[in-house]
């Protein structure tokens, strides 16, 4: 596969699409707000008037865009993917989203184009680098067919159909955030019992959480969060866990701490920060009346 569209041009669209030029395809561009086409139309690709344009011609239509809405607007109607996918190209779905917005997506593709379920791990940096871990559902045929691009952009690993990446998308991110919350709440006890924090540090490196404690310590102590997964995407995350968990019955308390801990920092200001920065908000909060 050499001739590849590639729709949403934020954080983790860009360096997709720079990836893909640099390895050597064909690559079409789309994003809604057109100026953050020119980074990558300087680097050799051609950019599309709208998502259908964008499919037609392409081996391959990446999706890499914020949500469920965001995925309905570029593939729907008129203007998208699905208006301008031709039989035998496949749309990889990458964006973080409910599995319904996968089975959806599906059913509106027109016949011969298929769906790759392809949401990934990793940031902004295996993004750039062809690093990220890419959670894929599909029939074994498809992924067969899409393997040479998708080692483009990292290792996929085939989890079972489509929407079994998606749903291995939200278990891990569902983890990521629990982990978050249980290290800020444990920084916040640790201070508040008078520990040191080189002695609080070296106990947690002694635990479970030893490599998150470490990554993020520069950042807790620097206060500075510097966005790559902005916290706004994290809570929108932490909501579609919530909305499977209570579609099919679920009770996950430590999930809804977890999300209420997100939604809190963002309601405090920090939407647009990287959503590790929750941890500067547990600290803050938890630590509020002991700092009375
Ligand atoms: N950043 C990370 O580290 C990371 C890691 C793994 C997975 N993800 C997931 O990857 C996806 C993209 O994340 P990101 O960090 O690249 O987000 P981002 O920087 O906020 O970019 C979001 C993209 O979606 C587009 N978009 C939003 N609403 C739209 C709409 N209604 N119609 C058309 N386009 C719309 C934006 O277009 P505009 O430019 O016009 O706003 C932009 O291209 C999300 O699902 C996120 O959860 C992110």
Known sequence: MERIAVVGLGAMGAPIARRLLGQGCEVTVWNRSPERGAAPAEAGATVAGTPADAARGAEAVIVMV????????VTEGGHGIAAGAGPGSVVVQM????PAAVTRLARVLPPGVEVLDAPVLGSVGEAAAGELRILVGGPQALVDRCRPLLERLGSPLHLGAVGAGTAAKLVANNVLFGVLGVLGESLALGGALGLRPDA????LGVTPLAAQAERRRPAVEAADYP??????LARKDADLVAAAADKLGLDLGLTAAARAWLAGAEQAGRAGQDYSAVLAHILEQATKEVRR
Request: aromatic share 10%; charged share 25%; proline share 5%.
């Open 95 to 98: 964006s973080t989203v409910s």
């Open 66 to 73: 914020s949500d469920p809405d965001a995925l309905r607007e």
């Open 227 to 232: 966005a790559r997964f902005a916290l706004a």
């Open 200 to 203: 609080l540090y070296e106990a």
